[in-house]
């Protein structure tokens, strides 16, 4: 099983970023996929997720209407636009599924930091 992410960088506030989660390992399209956020010193969020077939998507309030949620299921590929970047969207983002975390697996994050 394999979760790598990418896309993170330095961007300010305002600006736009687009994450990617490459999967393998594990039958991607029959699975739920959930981005989370960590800042340091408190447990990972979970932001958004989608739905196997990518028709249900789900955001926590503090991210609704700025972020979207999107997969390709022929690419094993979750991504997360993030437009409207605020400062406390700082932090290491994660792909996961449930069954993943439960587990305790967790691929390395990419960074994302939001500074003028």
């Known amino acids: 099983v394999q979760l790598v992410e990418s896309g993170g960088g330095l961007v300010q506030p305002g600006g736009s970023l687009r994450l990617s989660c490459a999967a393998s390992g594990f039958s991607f399209s029959n699975y739920y996929m959930r981005w989370y956020h960590q800042v340091p010193g408190k447990e990972r969020e979970l932001v958004a997720r989608?739905?196997?077939?990518?028709?249900?998507?789900n955001y926590a309030d503090s991210v609704k209407g700025r972020f979207t949620i999107s997969r390709d299921n022929a690419k094993n590929t979750v991504y997360l636009q993030m437009n409207s970047l605020k400062l406390e969207d700082t932090g290491v983002y994660y792909c996961n599924t449930e069954s993943l975390r439960v587990a305790g697996y967790w691929g390395q994050g990419t960074q994302v930091t939001v500074s003028s």
């Open positions: 989608i739905s196997s077939g990518g028709g249900i998507t």
